[in-house]
């Protein structure tokens, strides 16, 4: 499975776009990027997965330049509730061995 | 059920105890996770599930650890003679093939003292 690097934390304010950037170097051709976020006390939800280009739903944007060595995953508006961990995993879809590893996270404070 | 269940939420054991975590993933999904998240870390891959065959054990810390899988339903992990460094909050999740979006229970949080 290709490693994830990630910034251990970042800090924004209320109302403001958080972009979070993960390094995937040797991403597979059939891998996917998947974005979960984990709140204190729960299991991680997933957010958003993408393969190319962008990806767009109600909570987040995922953007894959088109060598797909990295992604950004991007949080508009952002409010006090957005505080939380989020992992960048990437892997294949449908694909047995796929165990869905998490790296270390990205810590993300919302200030008000 | 409409998401994935775990129990039970919270045990509390001595040490060199026996512990079973049971999950029940959501109907239908074939790929069962279990993860290990001490306070304040990432999470820890154990073991997972495809249907009720085990093809990735090697996250199970030693030998001490032990999972199962009923078909495509309930799975258990089973910690024997349990030890501090044991302490954690164990979370399962689930999905319908690996890799696609996976849903998590809310954990059992284990304390041995």
């Known amino acids: 499975l290709a490693k994830t690097t990630q910034p251990i934390s970042m800090d924004s304010y209320e109302g403001q776009e958080v972009n979070i950037t993960c390094s995937h170097n040797n991403i597979a051709t059939n891998d996917y990027i998947t974005w979960y976020q984990q709140f204190p006390s729960q299991g991680p939800r997933f957010i958003i997965q993408?393969?190319?280009t962008k990806v767009t739903n109600e909570v987040a944007s995922l953007f894959i330049p088109a060598d797909r060595k990295s992604s950004t995953l991007s949080l508009p508006r952002v409010s006090l509730s957005d505080t939380a961990v989020y992992y960048c995993l990437v892997g294949a879809i449908k694909a047995a061995g796929n165990k869905l590893t998490f790296g270390g996270g990205t810590r993300v404070l919302v200030k008000p | 059920g409409a998401g994935v269940s775990q129990s039970p939420s919270n045990k509390v054991t001595e040490k060199g105890k026996d512990v079973e975590l049971r999950c029940d993933p959501i109907?239908?999904?074939?790929?069962l996770y279990w993860y290990r998240q001490r306070l304040g870390q990432g999470l820890e891959f154990l073991i997972y599930f495809q249907g009720n065959s085990a093809p990735d054990k090697s996250g199970l810390p030693s030998d001490r650890f032990s999972a199962e899988r009923t078909g495509e339903s309930v799975s258990t992990l089973t910690i024997q003679r349990t030890q501090q460094e044991d302490s954690a909050v164990y979370l399962c999740?689930?999905?319908?093939?690996?890799?696609?979006?996976?849903?998590f229970g809310q954990g059992t949080r284990l304390t041995v003292v």
């Open positions: 993408g393969y190319k």
């Open positions: 109907s239908g999904h074939t790929a």
């Open positions: 999740a689930s999905s319908f093939y690996e890799g696609v979006q996976a849903f």
